[in-house]
């Protein structure tokens, strides 16, 4: 136990924290905006990882276009299935239950459907060429791509906190998560707003997908795997709270991160639910909730 | 300029509006008044589209707007001043204020002459502007109520409860503020408690009684018939208006 393997623990953290983060960020702000469960999030996530495996791989798109590709192309099947199957579910049922059990009803067809057309083989993407290689981090090397991936994180974060806190098309989501009837007695289309929000949380997933192709096993189960931990990230955080995913986001990497390389993987992921029971116990909302506002 | 025909609003199998018609002309201030839960809050959303009436119409400047949703309501010129003041608590005050303004279309006046038009009216805001809304104090909180409502409202306001609960030197200055703006011409339906300040600023009111229009008067003529007063408000007193 050295500071160098502390170091690079913690990056490891990081870098896992930066993956979660960016698929948490989309499901604690449509949750806190529009009080609905999407557990069809990790699909968008799966089908970033593999666009990014077969287009990406197969046709050579440039890297750095592939990112902004993939967020279009989860943003639109977002908006889609917002639009179509949550929208009108809602409406129709006048409940936000309804929502969480088709997206999860799609959640496990989706998976399925990857199976037949990829196979179940797990795969992974290569790291594109000029992001191969080590970097110097203080005293450790660490890999570039994995820098990368947090660095995306990090501009990603500064600019939602842009966005809501500067910005009026901000203060207008933060005024339909506070209250949405209000917000339309002003003037706010909120049920269009419900959608952008919820397409922007689908292409993050995307691109957070493309962004961990290189990283982690793109599997057909990839994406309900790491809905379980998200939803720790979300709750532990505080449902609605951005600030509060980013936290527990970067605690549970870094409890991963050493626990993996201490112990294994196994009992990593045991310690982590058990401090979600333990936070859970003393603090019921979690540690930053705010209510269903968007902070 | 608004026309309510014969709506009925139910919330659930209640039927809590049992066919309600009133009107307002442009111009006019119109007072709803009845003891609670008569139906006063209940017409004023079912106007403004958070509820929908099941039967019945809503027209405003002459288009049916019984169907629309709040948003385009709102944006056909109608302000709403909820019960409740009902602010955006964790947004500052000039933020309140800016949610309507971002849904302004075309030809409306820019942001700083809509905040000037607000400050002008509630100078206590300017002080206040960056301060949380969650935190003002009841009398501010009800200016914010009014003056976001403004923004939004250019041809009409739908007032639900102006000062309820206020001290009276904050009930004077929203009575007079209210005023000025009718005098500019402004349209307001008003759902008031205290007849004193109903009486204040409506010409023409309708007392609701049981989801349906009892009594309809203009307010002199009302003022002149106590037993009406008492009857329908339990208002008892000699009541001198103006």
New interface residues.
């Given amino acids: 136990m050295n500071l160098n393997f502390i170091i690079l623990q913690a990056l490891n953290g990081l870098t896992i924290a930066a993956i979660y983060v960016l698929l948490a960020s989309g499901l604690t702000i449509v949750l806190g905006l529009q009080n609905i469960v999407n557990a069809a999030h990790g699909v968008f996530y799966m089908l970033g990882a593999y666009f990014s495996l077969t287009v990406v791989t197969r046709l050579g798109l440039d890297f750095w276009v592939s990112l902004p590709v993939a967020f279009a192309a989860t943003a639109l099947l977002g908006a889609l299935l917002e639009i179509l199957g949550i929208r009108s579910l809602v409406r129709w049922k006048r409940s936000n239950h309804h929502p969480m059990i088709l997206t999860l009803g799609i959640a496990l067809g989706a998976g399925e459907v990857v199976k037949m057309i990829w196979g179940a083989i797990p795969r992974m993407a290569e790291i594109p060429i000029i992001l191969q290689g080590v970097m110097a981090v203080g005293p450790v090397s660490y890999p570039k791509y994995w820098m990368l991936v947090i660095g995306v994180t990090v501009l990603v974060m500064i600019g939602l906190w842009l966005f809501f806190n500067r910005t009026?098309?901000g203060?207008?989501v933060?005024?339909v998560a506070?209250?949405n009837?209000?917000?339309?007695?002003?003037?706010?289309?909120?049920?269009r707003l419900n959608t952008w929000v919820f397409a922007f949380g689908t292409g993050l997933a995307g691109v957070a997908g493309v962004l961990a192709a290189p990283i982690l096993s793109v599997d057909p189960h990839m994406g309900m795997e790491l809905l379980l931990i998200l939803f720790v990230v979300i709750i532990l955080g505080g449902l609605g709270s951005l600030w509060g995913t980013v936290i527990s986001a970067v605690a549970i990497g870094i409890v991963i991160a050493f626990g993996t390389a201490a112990f294994s993987g196994m009992v990593a992921k045991l310690m982590v639910f058990g401090a979600m029971i333990v936070v859970l116990i003393i603090k019921p909302y979690g540690l930053f909730a705010?209510g269903a506002?968007v902070? | 300029m608004l026309k309510v025909q014969e709506i009925h609003t139910y919330y659930g199998e209640s039927h809590i509006l049992q066919g309600i018609t009133l009107e307002v002309e442009a111009g006019e201030c119109v007072a709803l008044l009845g003891p609670n839960g008569m139906g006063k809050t209940t017409t004023l959303r079912t106007i403004?589209?958070?509820t929908t009436a099941r039967r019945g119409h809503v027209f405003f400047k002459d288009r049916d707007i019984t169907r629309l949703?709040?948003?385009e309501i709102?944006?056909m010129g109608i302000g709403?001043v909820?019960e409740d003041r009902?602010l955006?608590?964790?947004?500052s005050v000039v933020?309140n204020i800016?949610?309507?303004?971002?849904?302004?279309g075309n030809g409306a006046p820019g942001w700083g002459e809509v905040q000037e038009e607000i400050f002008a009216l509630f100078p206590v805001l300017r002080v206040r502007v960056r301060q949380m809304a969650g935190s003002l104090s009841g009398g501010e909180q009800q200016m914010l109520t009014t003056a976001?409502a403004l923004?939004?409202g250019r041809d009409m306001l739908l007032v639900d409860e102006l000062t309820q609960g206020l001290a009276p030197l904050l009930v004077q200055h929203l009575v007079e503020a209210l005023l000025k703006i009718k005098q500019k011409g402004l349209t307001i339906l008003l759902v008031e408690q205290d007849f004193q300040i109903a009486s204040r600023m409506a010409s023409r009111c309708y007392i609701l009684e049981k989801g349906r229009v009892g009594v309809e008067e203009s307010m002199e003529a009302l003022c002149g018939r106590p037993e009406l007063l008492q009857q329908y408000l339990g208002v008892g007193q000699d009541i001198s208006s103006r």
Avoid: C, H
């Fill in positions: 009026g098309l203060i207008l933060r005024a506070m209250n009837e209000m917000a339309q007695a002003m003037g706010t289309n909120a049920p705010t506002a902070e | 403004m589209g958070l949703r709040p948003f709102a944006r709403y909820p009902e955006f608590g964790g947004l933020d800016r949610v309507p303004f971002m849904s302004l976001r923004v939004m």
